[in-house]
């Protein structure tokens, strides 16, 4: 059925006439120009050549190695989330082409769910620079974006994976066509792994290994995109993905013969038509998600499910009212209806949101005031606003000084409000009040960044048990500062000789200063699965048709209680891989990637280990 | 020029060769690691705590208290034996010098020498959810197990031969039990997923009979006069707490129930006399076993704690566990036979199941 799909498309792309045009690039300078981004805010794009060397991974190794985000991860293709800037996963909210995808009911997405392959960019925004896409991301969001830009004519790529220590086989597949008014673009994937690899059981008194056991994977993902040109302004843009995903959940080590498992399913359309203008951006859509899981636990016979139908419609302006000042506007509404075993009756909400955005640019001077406002059930639930500025110091525009302030909340999730019996409807939104300025100075090849940030989180939300019953509760302040310290550097030596190194180094404290009564000897104690320590390093070198990568993370301890007794310890994983490629008519690449390069043995959540070396050989053909 | 390339090259090389050495750094700690050390190894103490820890981290740990001293081992498990106790410890039982530590969520139970804390052996449990384990004759023990049997999926109590540690039969009760105990060759078993208190007949290895108290039975005590005391919770709103009385001859029940459907009562337990029995409501409640009245007013105030596991020794003293939101370790209060604190000390995250010694 899946392939009887993909062939039907090929042979109907086969058959599309029209004139060839060209306009593509042109809408993109006009769009770049007037479309900014958040000027003295952070953030850190990767790009599509950076996710080609990711595309059999989901989007947390490519978040760990590549964007040196601390990621807590349970297995290979196992649950996965993001911190970032000391804050939680609830508070990380990701967006597919700024659409918001977190789980409504969660209030998280699950990292591992998401295929690198199905993605052109990735934009992490960090702090107040989320409140461009939408509110609720205290620490930051990540926007997940499919471009959708297809070369005139006929194009193929076919790669394919193996590990064989993971016994996992990946292939990519992606094609597309472009003639005329039209181009189409398919990606399917195709992940099997058995992750059945060693680790040292430190339940047993010897610590021998074992073998992981009940963590396979079996995941399909299609993806389609179609694009028309109604004319040089204006062109209208289909996108959907799909994605089955069959997953074993390995449980705590020391634990055999359990047998639960979860079969996730999501289906995400979207339709948007955008006019480009010289002086005028505008896009309009619509975007319609289902989206459902089932977890089945055997031993104790629970069996709990979710389906979560999404209609999101979505407005997107920037005019140019002066030649320094742009305005920007941004309306999003989005409506959830949510069957969930642990409701007692569907669910349903509607959150709509608005954001004015003013940016002024003179010489070496940026401003940007942004002011959104969100409202749940008609209800209004504050206005956020916030400020940023960069400015060049110097005339050579080395030196560069950014900085920001913002005011933020985060929604509490379905669950929370609406958990059979202990969900609490009282809850009120977690707010947050950030700050963060920066230098970073750049010449030549050679950059270097320093940023610190600060950032105030009022009425944190938190399930505790209260007479042994589990309920949600807003229950303390936390401030959460560090500093983000980074350097790139590349360099050429000779014409096919080339090296890039990058290096970047977080320092997060992230404490609680306010706690509910009796929770006294929480104060200051650092938050659970935050290491204050974040170094990553990246090397890069190529020559001629070989390219050698390595990327070496290090994270500091981490604490798994709140009063800092018991931790984590630190872990390095490295990976190293090689690439060689062959023009032949194609192209062909071919690639050998080790990961866990030092054969270390760690946890990145207690109890659940991590592989130790594993070696991955790929090939990709491109036509 | 060419010594500026040569600098560069130096430098990036110096950058790469740290970053390795880096990496290649060897540590020797794995997994979850505790910072917290006992001054001193008790293994003479008579108070054994069994703290949960939080579900699906394998923090369950075992703490030992020395009443006459007032001293506290924590880790004892551990630190005997060097492994990690497991997933959620779920309860303790003794039987002619062994311990038996149910821990749930590894589906394990370990089988301890009383005087030195060694295992002895294990008794391994797949594809249960094990709960409590209680003692009967001929030396065979009985193992409850959680589950939801939606469906009406069979759900066993597992009979254990403790000359081999291994299961020899099991029994299908059909619904979720919790706390048992065992009167000559009767079996009485919670049966949480029901209104249900079932007996079996242990020589036969069959239920013989359904009790209906009230809905989610999940403690039971016997007092000093043989007869029977069952708590329900009353399910998560879903009925109005309950408290019964159940005559072992008859199997005639009798209860009473709360008055607020929002109160969820745990852990009943009685004294070591027989004649007073305990619970959890928020605070602690005590009800003589003659005046068979739900107590209204709290025998000790939960203030700002969160109580979670209650036990009383044998001069009456009460000792109370505080999870303390399973932010880390757990608090034991310990209060004379007035309700009046005399200390408190700092146990494993999760405190919820006292043993004593001296039972």
Known sequence: ?623 | MMFTRNLKYRRLMLVAVLGLLMGSCHKKEIGPQSSCDNDVLLLQGELLIACEGLFNSNSASLSVYDIEESEVSNNVFSEVNGSLMGDVFQSISYDNGLYFFVVNNSQKIWVVDSASYQVVDEILLPNRSPRYMVHGENNLSYSSNLSLNPNGEPVYIDVIDKGSMAVIDSINVGVWVEEMIVDGNMLFACGMGASDVVVIDTDSREVVSAVQVGREPVSIVQDGNGDVWVLCTGGFEEELPSLWHIDVETLLAEGKYFTDIGMYPTRLIIDQIGEQLYFLNNGVYKMDVALFEIPVQAFIETGSNDFYGVGVGSDSEVYIGDANGFNGNGTVFRYNALGELITSFDVGTGPSMFYFADN
Request: glycine share 8%.
């Open chain 1, 1 to 623: 059925m899946r392939f009887t799909f993909f062939l039907l498309f090929l042979f109907v792309t086969c058959f599309v006439n029209g004139q060839v045009s060209d306009t593509l690039k042109t809408i993109l300078i006009v769009h770049d120009r007037i479309v900014r981004p958040m000027v003295g805010y952070s953030s850190l794009e990767l790009d599509s050549s950076i996710l080609s060397d990711y595309a059999y991974q989901d989007i947390s190794v490519l978040l760990f190695q590549k964007g040196g985000m601390y990621v807590k991860a349970s297995a290979p293709n196992g649950l996965a989330t993001l911190s970032i800037r000391g804050l939680g996963a609830s508070h990380t909210q990701i967006y597919w082409n700024d659409i918001p995808i977190n789980s409504p009911t969660l209030g998280l997405s699950d990292l591992s769910s998401l295929p690198v392959a199905f993605f052109d960019r990735v934009v992490v925004n960090l702090g107040g620079a989320s409140l461009a896409n939408g509110s609720g991301s205290l620490g930051g969001s990540v926007n997940l974006m499919s471009d959708n830009k297809v070369r005139v004519g006929f194009q193929f790529s076919l790669g394919h994976q193996y590990n064989y220590v993971l016994d996992a086989s990946d292939i990519v597949l992606r094609h597309s066509y472009r003639k005329n008014l039209w181009s189409f673009q398919t990606r399917l994937l195709k992940q099997v792994a058995a992750n059945a690899y060693k680790y040292v059981d430190i339940t047993q008194v010897d610590m021998p290994f074992e073998v992981r056991g009940n963590s396979s994977m079996e995941r399909f993902g299609v993806m389609e995109e179609i694009a028309y040109r109604i004319n040089e302004r204006n062109d209208l843009n289909f996108t959907f993905i799909g994605l089955n995903k069959d997953s074993d959940i390995p449980s705590v080590i020391g634990v055999s013969g359990t047998k639960q498992y979860q079969l996730d399913k999501s289906r995400k359309g979207m339709l948007k038509w955008r006019l480009t203008l010289e002086e005028l951006y505008l896009e309009l859509g619509v975007a319609l998600f289902d989206d459902n899981s089932e977890y089945i636990n055997e031993n104790i016979f629970l069996r709990s499910e979710f389906d979560v139908k999404t209609r999101s419609v979505f407005q997107k302006m920037a005019v140019k009212l002066h030649k320094n000042l742009i305005l920007s506007s941004k309306l999003n509404s989005e409506s959830y209806n949510v069957l969930s075993s642990g409701f007692e009756n569907r669910v349903n909400q509607n959150r709509f949101s608005i954001m004015g955005k003013l940016d002024y640019s003179r010489n070496s001077l940026n401003l940007i005031a942004c002011v959104r406002s969100d409202w749940v059930d008609g209800v209004e639930r504050g206005v956020l606003p916030s400020f940023g500025y960069s400015f060049f110091p110097d005339k050579k525009k080395r030196w560069k000084l950014n900085g920001n302030v913002s005011k933020n909340h985060r929604l509490p999730s379905l669950n929370d409000l609406y958990w059979s019996v202990v969900g609490n409807t009282d809850l009120k939104d977690e707010q947050s009040f950030n700050f963060e300025n920066g230098v970073a100075w750049s010449k030549d090849k050679v950059g270097l960044k320093a940023i610190y940030y600060s950032s105030l989180v009022d009425d944190w939300i938190q399930w505790r048990p209260i007479n042994g019953i589990w309920r949600p509760e807003n229950v303390k302040k936390v401030i959460n500062s560090g500093v983000e310290l980074g350097g790139h550097w590349e360099t050429i030596e000779k014409r096919d000789w080339r090296a890039d190194l990058s290096i970047n180094y977080r320092w997060t404290k992230s404490v609680n200063i306010e706690v509910d009564s009796g929770d006294e000897d929480l104060i200051n104690k650092q938050l659970i699965y935050v290491p204050k320590h974040h170094f990553s390093f990246g090397l890069e070198m190529t020559k001629g048709r070989l390219r050698m990568s390595y990327v070496q993370g290090l994270v500091s301890r981490t604490f798994i209680d709140a009063i800092n007794k018991r931790y984590l310890p630190y872990y390095a994983p490295a990976e190293l891989s090689l690439k060689y490629r062959i023009d032949n008519g194609g192209r062909t690449d071919f690639g050998l990637v080790i990961n866990n390069l030092y054969n270390e043995d760690y946890h990145i959540q207690a109890g659940y280990p991590m592989p130790r070396r594993n070696v991955g050989i790929n090939f990709k053909y491109t036509m």
